[in-house]
């Protein structure tokens, strides 16, 4: 399998970077996973969108899908034949959320237009090519789900956004990749008690990966500034107990 990686900021974007956004490859299929600000203009630097399977989005904070609005503007004005639109797939319940994105950006068919909308199940296995994608859902400040996707026996997994967590643990078991979040630079930077935390520390991460027996660990959506990739690197390697890397924009991992 193959991860490329076409943003990595969280949702106060690193200069010049993309929001979440990443090319998942693999059994004959390709799929972009999450289109925050920024992953349009980073997708077209590797290829048309319609070389995609799907689009898929983790949850419906606009760092995760507000692209899907920039996306719509790579094809013609006019709307496309049903059976050649490009598949997107949202979280349960989440469509009307579109359709108010897309009145709110001028047209009820903005996004319907070009695009075969569906929603996943939050739980049921997708099949792309002979990719699987399994939806496993985080824990976070509105319904998110990471995946885990198997293609050519390797396996990645992706928290999408997550605080520290049991399902973690189920998303993050034996993948040959885990591509984490590690958001904070301090909890206190998270939901106060009582409210649950929604996101994780790189030192989280890394432990997470460690009990999980993930094999390698990508970290993601992080803030850059300063020492921060490095200081990430230290903090969830030490929790790993072995290295760690650090997403870069437009890096691409075999897996
Ligand atoms: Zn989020
Ligand atoms: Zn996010």
Redesign the pocket.
Known sequence: MRLTVLGRS??RPNPGEA??GYLVEGGGARLLVDI?PGVVAQLLMQGHPDELDAVVVSHM?P??MLDLVTLRYVYPWRSRPRDERLRVIVPPGSTEQLQDLARGVGGRKHLDDVFRLSEHDGRSTMTFGRMAVTPVETQHFIPCWGFRAEADDRLVAYT??TGPCDALHDLATNADLLVS?A?LRSVDEDAAPPQARGHLLPAEAGDAARVAGARRLLLT?LPVDEDGAAWARAEAATAYGREVEVAEPQAVYEV
């Open positions: 969280p949702a929001c979440a925050g904070h760092d995760h999408a956004d979040e958001t959506h």
